[in-house]
């Protein structure tokens, strides 16, 4: 039940009054928005650059949310509260990831076809992309809940937390694109889809307890 | 017996000593008052207690995991401006385990005063009003040891006797206070200690 109040009210936050949730969608559709003046106005280069752009907006737009992920909770004293109360640190770790997911990246996914739209991208190749968004999304909240909980003491830690995550959200990112890529050449993306199932199934093992480690050592 | 003992405790804090070879002990139904000049190590020694800062030496007994029976009331009194008084305290009698935690919630609200603010976001509230908030937390989940760091700061007169009334109930049943100050509690007879 804990538990439980601890996601509700980490999504509650994020998208009550002063919470970063809108800013991350609208984040998203204008680094999307600005894609078609970098690239041109070639339709076939945007339509085949589209996954990828969409990707790595959907990565900058994740991290804007995790600098106040535990930083927020550190600074008013509720972070003292979650380290005394009746939940394994480790699990608490893992609902504000899943929080932290539900509050920033669902709507990204949700906004995928609008920003799929700028992009010129067929809706089949938009469905794989949402698909791999649902699958390799999990896996990048969970990775930056540890970068976000390695710098929580710290002021002015987004850059850093961004250094420490973007390195560790590459093989995610590549799994990604590489399903979309096989996908459109005709070949099965079930395999790098899995991989990518696989990455998430780490992070999702391996990062609340390290997140949890980075919390405990808080002064 | 759940008796809290520390012995020899040392903590450093950025390089420096700061509580150094520290030794108390408080038995079910008794207080402590802890007094010394500012940076004499009062908060430092009540997070030692409960674990929350790295001890360089000495020990902390006390029957069971202590993180768990044990509220700590810091400086920070971690409320959330955006949510309303209620929810503020039904989500700590969650997280610390309150049996029925909305109607702990709304208890733990009268017995600071606060019900009839209950629905208002706790960031119109005042100082002293979110002081009695974060104190609200130790009537919203029934745990035996309550480390208060400067509990009162802030409050007037009548909260201050309210709140005298509520760690006299709780000694009476059997429970330990630990508290920080540099005024008054209106704890009757407590143990002392002088750090610094």
Excluded at chain 1, 175 to 187: K, L, R, W, Y
Aim: charged letters at 15%; one cysteine or more; aromatic letters at 4%.
């Amino acid at each position: 039940m804990g538990l439980w109040a601890i996601f509700a009210r980490d999504v509650r936050l994020s998208w009550g009054a002063g919470g970063g949730g809108p800013v991350g969608v609208i984040f998203f559709l204008s680094v999307v928005a600005v894609a078609p003046f970098a690239v041109g106005p070639d339709l076939a280069l945007l339509a085949r650059l589209g996954p990828a752009l969409l990707w790595i907006a959907v990565l900058l737009s994740l991290l804007l949310g995790l600098e106040r992920l535990f930083q927020a909770d550190q600074e008013d004293g509720t972070l003292d509260q979650l380290r005394l109360s009746d939940e394994p640190l480790a699990l608490v770790a893992l609902v504000k990831a899943a929080a932290h997911w539900t509050a920033s990246a669902v709507p990204l996914i949700v906004a995928a076809p609008a920003a799929a739209v700028l992009l010129n991208m067929e809706m089949a190749t938009l469905g794989l992309t949402v698909a791999t968004f649902l699958i390799g999304t999990p896996g990048l909240a969970l990775i930056g809940a540890v970068g976000a909980a390695v710098a929580v003491s710290l002021r002015r830690a987004g850059v850093l937390i961004a250094i420490l995550v973007l390195p560790l959200s590459i093989p995610t990112v590549i799994f990604g694109v590489a399903a979309i890529e096989a996908f459109t050449a005709g070949q099965s993306p079930v395999a790098p889809l899995a991989l990518q199932g696989a990455l998430t199934l780490v992070a999702l093992v391996v990062a609340p307890i390290a997140a949890a480690a980075a919390l405990k050592e808080i002064d | 017996m759940s008796d809290l003992a520390v012995s020899g405790l040392c903590v450093d804090r950025g390089g420096r000593r700061v509580l150094s070879d520290v030794s108390l002990t408080v038995a079910a139904g008794e207080a402590l008052v802890v007094s010394g000049p500012n940076g004499a190590g009062k908060s430092t020694l009540l997070r030692a207690i409960v674990g929350l800062c790295a001890v360089a030496d000495g020990a902390v007994d006390y029957p069971g995991e202590i993180a768990l029976c044990a509220h700590l009331v810091a400086h920070k009194n971690a409320v959330k401006a955006t949510e309303t008084a209620l929810s503020n305290i039904a989500f700590h009698a969650r997280i610390l385990g309150a049996d029925a935690p909305e109607m702990a919630a709304e208890e733990a609200l009268a017995a600071v005063g606060l019900l009839a603010l209950a629905d208002t976001p706790a960031g119109y509230l005042s100082q002293g009003q979110t002081r009695r908030l974060a104190l609200a937390r130790l009537f919203a989940a029934p745990r035996p040891l309550w480390l208060l760091d400067e509990p009162v700061a802030g409050l007037d007169a009548a909260s201050r006797e309210r709140f005298a009334g509520a760690m006299a109930t709780h000694l009476d049943g059997g429970g330990l206070v630990v508290a920080s100050t540099h005024e008054p509690l209106g704890l009757v007879a407590p143990k002392t200690l002088a750090l610094g």
